[in-house]
Structure formats: structure tokens, C-alpha cells
């Protein structure tokens, strides 16, 4: 079956710092790719996707680039600010008729000032 | 992407009582589907919930712990019933808005304390 494989946190990074966050995953196919944020009290929001190998999913600064050939979506931003500090959740969809979506585990993040 | 309410956003519930809970779209949706977030984990899908028909559990959920309706295409309910502390837990909705998409797009959640 489907999974996805999260790097483990929690991460804490100071201001201006560079992040990433692994994520691998094991799917029949060619899924589509998602990151989910989730702030603090708050539901999920789409932070970014990639539906096909080599493509870059980018929004607010983050970005991740659909590799087939490691299997991998990496999350990635330059320059991280405090306001940054949320849940973040890999995640992949099989595309087939039931489309559900497979999530990592999660990874804390914490940004100080 | 669509305007996604659930009510209640939060709840107190004694053990053994039952909860329903309400997901509203401002737009006609072709699925939605009803996840539990337990304290500091990820998400596990409970069920697809389907239109006029009875919704589609995955392993482990049953249909006499979470009844599950969806009268429209715009609105459904989850049912938490029996519960007990174990069903403590973020309750989220989601949805896919057409036929050509796999993005879904989440609820605000309902935090659900069981004492």
C-alpha cells in the first residue's frame, strides 16, 4: 500500500535560518504530492503541490520538487521567519477513483526570534 | 478552493454521550471525507462520505461508532457516538472540488475533549 515517511521532529531553528524537511514516500503509480500546514489551534491548509516527476510545488517561500527517481518531496525555504512555526505534513494522493490522501507523520516546527 | 465551516469548533462531552458534528461548503463538492487527528499524530481517514448512499469506511472504523451522513452536495455530519476518552481527538472535514482534482481542502477542525 501507500505511505509516506516524515522527517522526525521536532526542529528548531533560529530566524533567517535555512530548512528542510524529508519526505519520502512508497506508492503504486504516480501519486500526487501535497504539503499541509498546520498552525497552532487551527485546521490544515494546502501549502503546496506537484502532480507529476520534476515538478515544483512552490508557495510563501517554500518550495519542493517531485523527485521519481529518489522517490522523494522534500520541504524547503531559504529563510525561515517565527510566523513560520506550525505543523508540517507530507502527504500523497493515489489518484485513483477513491483520490484519499496518504499523510506523513508530521514534523514540528519551531522558529525563534 | 472553498469556504469550509464545521460546528462545533470545540466540545466538553462526558463518556458514554454522543456528538454530531457539522461540515458546511459555500460550493458544491464531488467528495468529502471526515478524518480524526488524535493528540500530537497525524491524520487517519475515517471515512468517504457519499451522497444519497451510505459512506465508505476504512479499516478499522465502523459505522455504529461514527454514522456518518450527507444529505447534499454541500453538507454532511459525523457522528461520534458512545464515546469514551479514547475518541478525544481533532475531528476535520475535507473536500475535492471536481472531478479533475485530487487537492483536498480542510475544515477548521473540531477539538473533541472526552471525560
Known amino acids: 500500500g501507500n505511505s509516506v515517511t516524515q522527517m522526525e521532529g521536532p526542529v528548531t531553528l533560529s530566524e533567517e535560518a535555512f530548512l528542510t524537511i524529508n519526505c519520502t514516500y512508497t506508492?503504486?503509480?504516480?501519486?500526487?504530492l501535497f504539503w499541509y500546514v498546520q498552525y497552532p489551534g487551527e485546521g490544515l491548509q494546502l501549502l503546496l503541490k506537484?502532480?507529476?516527476?520534476?515538478d515544483k510545488g512552490s508557495n510563501k517561500g517554500f518550495e519542493a520538487t517531485y523527485r521519481k527517481e529518489t522517490t522523494s518531496f522534500h520541504l524547503e525555504k531559504g529563510s525561515v521567519q517565527v510566523s513560520d512555526s506550525a505543523v508540517y505534513f507530507c502527504a500523497l494522493s493515489d489518484k485513483g477513483s477513491a483520490r484519499q490522501l496518504t499523510f506523513g507523520s508530521g514534523t514540528q516546527l519551531t522558529v525563534l526570534p | 478552493s472553498a469556504v469550509i465551516s464545521q460546528k462545533p469548533s470545540r466540545d466538553i462531552c462526558q463518556r458514554g454521550t454522543s456528538l454530531t458534528i457539522q461540515c458546511q461548503v459555500d460550493?458544491?463538492?464531488?467528495?468529502m471525507f471526515w478524518y480524526r487527528q488524535q493528540p500530537g499524530q497525524s491524520l487517519t481517514l475515517i471515512a468517504t462520505?457519499?451522497?444519497?448512499?451510505?459512506?465508505?469506511?476504512e479499516s478499522g472504523f465502523v459505522i455504529d461508532k461514527f454514522p456518518i451522513s450527507r444529505p447534499n452536495l454541500t453538507f454532511s455530519t459525523l457522528t461520534v457516538s458512545n464515546m469514551s476518552p479514547e475518541d478525544s481527538s481533532i475531528y476535520l472535514c475535507?473536500?475535492?472540488?471536481?472531478?479533475?482534482?485530487?487537492?483536498?481542502?480542510f475544515g477548521p477542525g473540531t477539538r473533541l475533549t472526552v471525560l
Open positions: 475535507s473536500v475535492l472540488m471536481g472531478q479533475g482534482t485530487d487537492t483536498q481542502y
Open positions: 506508492a503504486t503509480g504516480y501519486p500526487s
Open positions: 460550493s458544491q463538492v464531488t467528495m
Open positions: 506537484a502532480t507529476k516527476a520534476d
Open positions: 462520505a457519499n451522497q444519497g448512499s451510505e459512506a465508505t469506511y
